[in-house]
């Protein structure tokens, strides 16, 4: 009964090849969140959707793609990966999109390697 | 960028001591919250104090705001070995309404 759970946990892959990255979260929340942790632990949010509609857009490559099919579940694909994509990517929840107000709640993350 | 920042980067403490972490901003926010991660964890919420509060209190954790000095700090009494972990702060915008996290501090409270 994971709150937010994201697949898979890790992810290693070569340079050049498309991924995706699964979230789904069974807390009924209306607004998620991607957010990717480099290796010094910087957390930038890179999307936020709030009942499917994208309302965040960090400055992000657009080889990254959220797709939101239903308000349970952020998926995360990347394209034509390369190297300084390696990172730990979290996925979060949040109860309504009222900006700071709400806790998030965070999944466990996905650390992606890329070789 | 409105990226928090937060100070020290790393604290190594004895079990029982008090541990403060500091956490600065740059613009006007609306609530600053602060998150703990434990290593190879997801962040967990533990305490949000919105702009027109000063003190914060929640079991061992005391968070205080200084928003003319747009500074924070986050105090754990009585650490623990348990408490061992990296601290966040998290803050928004009040024109914009982006969200941002601090650099976070490590914690090691050693038994």
């Known amino acids: 009964d994971t709150a937010v759970s994201q697949t898979p946990k890790y992810l290693v892959t070569q340079m050049g090849n498309d991924k995706s990255i699964k979230c789904e979260q069974n807390l009924g929340h209306d607004t998620m969140y991607w957010y990717k942790q480099d290796s010094k632990k910087f957390l930038k949010i890179m999307f936020s959707?709030?009942?499917?509609?994208?309302?965040i857009n960090e400055t992000v490559p657009n080889r990254f793609s959220p797709k939101s099919p239903d308000k349970a579940h952020l998926n995360l694909h990347i394209n034509s990966l390369e190297l300084g994509d390696s990172a730990v990517y979290f996925c979060a929840s949040s109860q309504a999109w009222r900006g700071s107000t709400d806790t998030q709640y965070f999944g466990p993350g996905t650390r992606l390697t890329v070789l | 960028s409105q990226q928090g920042e937060e100070d020290p980067q790393a604290l190594s403490i004895q079990e029982g001591e008090n541990a403060t972490m500091n956490c600065s901003y740059k613009?006007?926010?609306?609530?600053l919250q602060w998150y703990r991660q434990n290593s190879g964890r997801g962040l967990v919420h533990l305490i949000l104090?919105?702009?027109?509060?000063r003190e914060k209190h929640s079991g061992r954790l005391r968070v205080t705001l200084d928003t003319s000095k747009k500074s924070s700090s986050l105090l754990i009494t009585a650490s623990r070995a348990a408490d061992t972990a990296s601290y966040f702060c998290a803050t928004d915008e009040v024109i914009g309404n982006q969200f941002y996290f601090g650099t976070g501090t490590s914690l090691t409270v050693i038994p």
């Open positions: 613009t006007s926010i609306n609530n």
């Open positions: 959707y709030n009942n499917k509609e994208l309302i």
């Open positions: 104090i919105r702009s027109n509060e």
